[in-house]
């Protein structure tokens, strides 16, 4: 799964950790199997010399001392790799060398280690000859090669799946706490259980979760019944306030001046009233009174309550049209559809221009309420936030 954060891409943890793995393996095979086929080439040329030295010492030992001149022929005959050769004055100590010589019995051109060496047979000085074919040690550390990097490629690619499936089940438990955070809503009597694990950082996380969200859920509930309670308390004095006011309105005494501020405090009750009106719907809707739904002709509800948001345009004369080409039916609660479709015809009378147009169009089971609003740009992080309000010195609650 891959989630995209501030422009970067969010990759799993498992992933993150995989790709380390393989970069390291991939590094592994690349210098381990090289060094392998170098040092076993090595260990096998050391191997083949000392050969040669114990043959050259046995030869010294054993068959020098009781040889003459007129066994050389005989023994350069019967022996193919060994022989008996002239003296070569130049050559004084052993000398080990590689060489490419024709194998006759192979037919091929072939790589031999050799050593030469001085030896005394019948009093005389001769130089002992003897070489050992490469080839099939060469053979050898090929296949021993090829088999070590299949066992190393099988070792890691079984790391790879076994560090995969474990780390897929150990992390099991994240993925579960993960999934009922994501599912989980503050405004939901549920709370979401968080079993005990084997893992004691998965069980204090859980702990932590479980303990943030009983306070927190705590804290909301405790802040809906507040403001549900404090809604309620305001209906009463804000009733007694708005007579009052009506009654010193309708004072044959009063002056203009006091007429005015009149006038301004009870604009300012009915901005209160709203307010303590919306408070009151939006508690209603926490607390689900309004979760019974039924089915609705938008086509009659916009038509029932056209007039209404045409005598509200009239201060802007603003211009209704409606566009009605098919009949849409909505499963909502009938409520909270009519407060819906209110607050999205006033707002686009409240966000309008002078002689504006306010366009409702239903088409294709959808429903455009559109407006000739001012060019600034609505902003998008605060469109569904409760209360916002794109200009503070605008009319309403937001």
């Not at 350069?76 to 004084?92: A, C, F, G, Q």
């Amino acid at each position: 799964m891959v989630l995209v954060t501030n422009g970067k891409m969010a990759k799993k943890l498992l992933y993150k950790t995989l790709k380390v793995y393989i970069i390291f393996s991939v590094c592994t095979v690349l210098v381990a199997a090289p060094l392998f086929y170098f040092l076993s080439k090595q260990i096998s040329v050391e191997d083949s010399k000392t050969v040669l030295l114990k043959f050259k010492m046995e030869f010294e030992r054993y068959n020098a001392p009781s040889m003459t001149e007129k066994d050389i022929a005989e023994w350069n005959k019967v022996s193919r790799y060994r022989k008996i050769l002239p003296n070569i004055p130049t050559l004084r100590n052993d000398s080990i060398f590689n060489a490419v010589i024709y194998d006759s019995l192979g037919n091929a051109n072939n790589e031999f280690l050799c050593l030469m060496s001085p030896v005394v047979i019948d009093n005389k000085v001769y130089t002992y000859s003897i070489r050992r074919s490469l080839v099939e040690s060469q053979i050898l550390i090929k296949n021993i090669f090829f088999l070590f990097f299949a066992i190393l490629c099988s070792f890691l690619i079984g790391l790879y799946i076994i560090t995969r499936r474990l780390s897929n089940k150990l992390m099991m438990p994240f993925y579960e706490t993960l999934l009922k955070i994501e599912n989980f809503e503050i405004d939901k009597s549920y709370q979401p259980p968080f079993p005990d694990t084997d893992i004691e950082e998965f069980n204090r996380l859980n702990q932590s979760i479980e303990k943030l969200i009983n306070k927190n859920t705590s804290i909301y509930h405790n802040q809906s019944e507040f403001i549900e309670n404090a809604a309620h308390e305001l209906q009463t004095p804000l009733a007694i306030f708005q007579a009052k006011i009506d009654m010193l309105i309708q004072r044959a005494d009063i002056t203009e001046e006091q007429s005015e501020i009149l006038i301004s405090l009870n604009n300012v009750l009915a901005r209160l009233n709203r307010l303590n009106k919306n408070l009151l719907l939006l508690s209603k809707i926490d607390n689900k009174i309004y979760s019974e739904k039924h089915i609705i002709n938008v086509n009659e509800c916009i038509e029932k309550h056209l007039d209404f948001f045409i005598e509200q345009g009239k201060s802007k004369e603003i211009a209704f049209t409606t566009e009605f080409t098919e009949n849409i039916f909505v499963m909502s609660n009938p409520v909270l559809f009519e407060v819906l479709m209110s607050n999205l015809s006033l707002n686009a009378i409240r966000h309008n221009v002078q002689n504006g147009e306010v366009k409702i169009k239903l088409s294709n089971n959808c429903i455009s309420i559109s407006n000739t609003g001012c060019q600034t740009a609505l902003v998008v992080d605060r469109l569904y936030n409760r209360f916002s309000k794109l200009n503070q010195s605008k009319q309403g609650n937001g």
